[in-house]
């Protein structure tokens, strides 16, 4: 089975036992070369060394014999002959005699012994010479001094003075030649010694090369052998960290190559599986958000029990509508209609979802969305609503431009125009629907406010009406005018409502004469004086022609002057009578 498809504890078995063959290798190794190098050692040390001390002392003993042998000839030539002292002399003589022999028998045998070890690369040849030198040495010397002692001794006995000095010279003659051939004999001895001794350090030096060369290809090998396996176990590791930080990222587009058939391969796989799911779970995501809002999406996934559940937050609800829709709608035709509202619900749905709101569901040419948490925090959706109305209303110019290109007419022949309701208020946020089919929306007092707004545009010309609630909630962050009471039907009090005009600071000086004059002219009517009334609408017509308040709130008193309202009249206009 190949390597890479081994588990990843086998392939950690795997290095650490090569890594443990290759230092007993290396270990093994090292031991035999340094038993080699003990037996030259040892051989040096018990063999060389005291065959060359052997020859050594049997020339001192060789000495030695002479100066018995010497001693004993004054023992003998003395007028009084001291036979005692002659005979321990002798006795000198003979021991010495004795060692002679047994050092070079001793040297000798060393010698055999290293020529019979075939376990060291000795020169066999050269010990032989030396042996057989050694052995000729002994014998002649043993022969000769025999010969010449024997001779000595006689002359000594028959008092033959003159002779015996000769014989004593002869004696010493063969002495220095035995001397000279054992000295030459050490010689090459001591060059077998050092001989001996250049191979141990020449073997010593081989030996610490060769470990050297041996750890170190262990360690090269080994190392490779570990680099190999490491890669093969970290390469996929490191995959998989790109892989996840690219699903970290939300890119769900590249699976990763799996190599190997080990736990990281298994894991690989699976991470494979899971992106290829959360790719798959992408797209229904990406779907949906065509259909529901992705915040609804990713909010029912985060938090699943606020759908089950439902909840009553404070929220801020928008509804838009396109005026004259029904008109348009009439000479169209439908693959027309279509490109038309979704050019719109296109153009229309932006602003919303640039200021962070959630749209809930399009009513035919009509926009449903609202702003509050969970998807935003406390204080910010009426701001965010007003500055998203004033976003879609500054599209309205362009938008009417755009659709005749669509269409590939000259002109509309309905001018399209927006009209926008906002309120804030609680509401109910949750799932409501059937056990069939199920919709994240909102419910409430707040929802219906915001639907009549909408509406209520029709009757003052404006674009932008918000309630009581939503102006508080925005202050002074927008231009706003306050433009009459509205009582709903189903609530006890009228509601104030607004006309946002723009962003703080944006009014022109007609817009904030128009607003001052409309101010004063809506006190007068609520206080019914009504020519004073009607002298302010006047006037605030007058800094903006056709503002659509100041011409209703005129039409309003003249219907009065015909019909004055009723002593309890609160100054409110009640939707459900018009």
């Not at 000795?122 to 057989?132: C, E, M, V, Y």
Request: with cysteine; glycine share 6%; proline share 4%.
């Amino acid at each position: 089975m190949p390597l890479f498809n081994q588990s990843i504890r086998r392939k950690i078995v795997g290095i650490a036992l090569g890594l443990i063959v290759l230092m007993l290798v290396t270990s093994i190794l090292s031991m035999v070369m340094s038993s080699q190098v003990g037996v030259l050692l040892d051989e040096l040390t018990n063999r060389y060394i005291p065959a060359y001390g052997d020859l050594a002392r049997a020339n001192i003993r060789s000495l030695e014999r002479s100066v018995a042998l010497r001693r004993m000839v004054m023992m003998k030539m003395q007028e009084a002959p001291d036979e005692e002292a002659y005979a321990a002399r002798l006795k000198e003589f003979e021991e010495a005699d004795r060692k002679i022999e047994a050092e070079t028998s001793e040297a000798r045998k060393h010698i055999n012994a290293i020529i019979d070890d075939s376990r060291t690369p000795s020169d066999n040849a050269a010990l032989a010479r030396i042996d057989a030198h050694i052995e000729t040495a002994v014998t002649e010397l043993r022969r000769d001094m025999n010969e010449a002692h024997a001779r000595l001794l006689k002359q000594i006995d028959a008092k033959q003075m003159p002779e015996a000095r000769g014989t004593l010279e002869h004696l010493d003659a063969l002495r220095d030649q035995f001397n000279q051939r054992i000295d030459g004999v050490r010689a090459d001895m001591l060059k077998q010694v050092f001989a001996s001794t250049s191979t141990v350090i020449g073997r010593q030096h081989q030996a610490i090369i060769i470990s050297a060369v041996v750890t170190i290809l262990a360690a090269v090998v080994g190392f490779a052998f570990a680099l190999l396996v490491s890669s093969g176990i970290t390469r996929p590791v490191r995959l998989l960290l790109a892989g996840t930080r690219e699903v970290e990222a939300g890119r769900f587009d590249k699976p990763i190559t799996v190599s190997t058939q080990d736990e990281i391969g298994e894991l690989a796989a699976a991470f494979n599986r899971m992106i290829e799911q959360l790719r798959h779970n992408e797209r229904i995501r990406e779907t949906f958000g065509r259909y529901i809002d992705p915040k609804v999406v990713q909010g029912l996934i985060d938090r699943p029990e606020v759908a089950i559940d439902g909840q009553r937050r404070v929220m801020t609800i928008m509804f838009s509508d396109m005026s004259g829709f029904t008109s348009m709608s009439e000479g169209m035709t439908p693959r027309g209609l279509v490109k038309v509202m979704n050019h719109y619900f296109t153009v229309m749905s932006a602003p919303i979802r640039n200021h962070r709101g959630v749209i809930d569901k399009y009513i035919g040419d009509a926009i449903m969305a609202y702003w509050g948490p969970p998807f935003i925090e406390e204080g910010e959706p009426a701001l965010l609503a007003g500055n998203a109305a004033i976003d879609m209303a500054e599209q309205v110019p362009a938008l009417q431009k755009q659709l005749p290109d669509l269409l590939g007419i000259r002109a509309m022949p309905v001018p399209c125009d927006l009209r926008i309701g906002i309120a804030t208020g609680e509401v109910l946020t949750g799932s409501i629907g059937s056990e069939l089919m199920m919709s994240f929306t909102v419910m409430g007092d707040a929802v219906n406010l915001a639907s009549r707004l909408e509406l209520v545009n029709k009757v003052y010309g404006t674009r932008i009406l918000i309630a009581q609630a939503t102006a508080d909630a925005i202050g002074a962050d927008l231009e706003l005018r306050e433009i009459d009471r509205l009582a709903v039907a189903g609530q006890s009090a009228p509601q104030v409502i607004f006309e946002v005009m723009g962003r703080a600071g944006a009014l022109t000086g007609a817009q904030e004469a128009l607003r001052k004059h409309y101010t004063e002219g809506l006190a007068a009517y609520r206080g019914r004086r009504f020519d004073e009334a009607r002298a302010a609408f006047s006037a605030a017509l007058e800094s903006v022609p056709g503002d659509g308040p100041s011409r209703t709130m005129l039409a309003r008193i003249a219907e009065f002057e015909t019909s004055p309202p009723a002593a309890d009249w609160d100054g409110a206009w009640r939707m459900d009578s018009k």
